[in-house]
T-cell receptor, first 117, second 115 residues
Framework: DTAVSQTPKYLVTQMGNDKSIKCEQN?????MYWYKQDSKKFLKIMFS???????INETVPNRFSPKSPDKAHLNLHINSLELGDSAVYFC????????????????FGPGTRLTVL | AQSVSQHNHHVILSEAASLELGCNYS??????LFWYVQYPGQHLQLLLK??????LVKGIKGFEAEFIKSKFSFNLRKPSVQWSDTAEYFC?????????????FGQGTELSVKP
């Protein structure tokens, strides 16, 4: 199936630990994103990569480090986890219309629910 | 800075009632507009989108939205809701140029449809 996939779906961990979330898309898109959805369901952009290059970093603490080994993958590593990091993290991808320099709709993954105890 | 405002935090309707969810955005340039739906425990799915052309756009599952440029609005409508429409609805915009395509979301509207 063509899709955006994330692993793991659920992640429960202790404060201070380091964890990673993986994202893969097989839609052939060249732009990928990480969003954070808080307990009030508010969604906020964290990072965006285009062809493995970081293009958006929305004042996210440097404990969060995205890594894009290729344009189909965008992983999120989090160091020294804090209680406030508990949230659902969504990966997304989109094609870019190079002719109009415009970004199209984004396709979202199933989310990773991170709980920090 | 861009922002998106959704007028209603929680809407409760009976089946067959009509739905209108308000969305206003703040941005001086040209934008693309989206409505996403998040069913309980699921990921976001695109309902409909507006890039250009006819300001009345039709999406999946009988939803439609109208872009009114002068009002910076993109309200979502459905003439007759069903119990299965119970979900969280998000309005979002991204800048047509620059800004890396990031989506700016509204705070979401929870729709509860009573059978």
């Amino acid at each position: 199936d063509t899709a955006v996939s994330q692993t793991p779906k659920y992640l429960v961990t202790q404060m201070g630990n380091d964890k990673s979330i993986k994202c893969e898309q097989n839609l052939g898109h060249d732009t990928m994103y990480w969003y954070k959805q808080d307990s009030k369901k508010f969604l906020k952009i964290m990072f965006s990569y285009n062809n493995k290059e970081l293009i958006i970093n929305e004042t996210v603490p440097n404990r969060f480090s995205p890594k894009s080994p290729d344009k189909a993958h965008l992983n999120l590593h989090i160091n020294s986890l804090e209680l406030g990091d508990s949230a659902v993290y969504f990966c997304a991808s989109s094609p870019r219309d190079r002719g109009r320099k415009s970004y199209n709709e984004q396709f979202f993954g199933p989310g990773t629910r991170l709980t920090v105890l | 800075a861009q922002s998106v405002s959704q007028h209603n935090h929680h809407v409760i309707l009976s089946e067959a009632a009509s739905l209108e969810l308000g969305c206003n955005y703040s941005y001086g340039g040209t934008v693309n507009l989206f409505w996403y739906v998040q069913y309980p425990g699921q990921h976001l799915q695109l309902l409909l989108k507006y890039f250009s052309g006819d300001p009345l756009v039709k999406g999946i599952k009988g939803f439609e939205a109208e872009f009114i440029k002068s009002k910076f609005s993109f309200n979502l409508r459905k003439p007759s809701v069903q119990w299965s429409d119970t979900a969280e609805y998000f309005c979002a915009v991204n800048a047509r140029l620059n800004q890396g395509g990031k989506l700016i979301f509204g705070q979401g509207t929870e729709l509860s449809v009573k059978p």
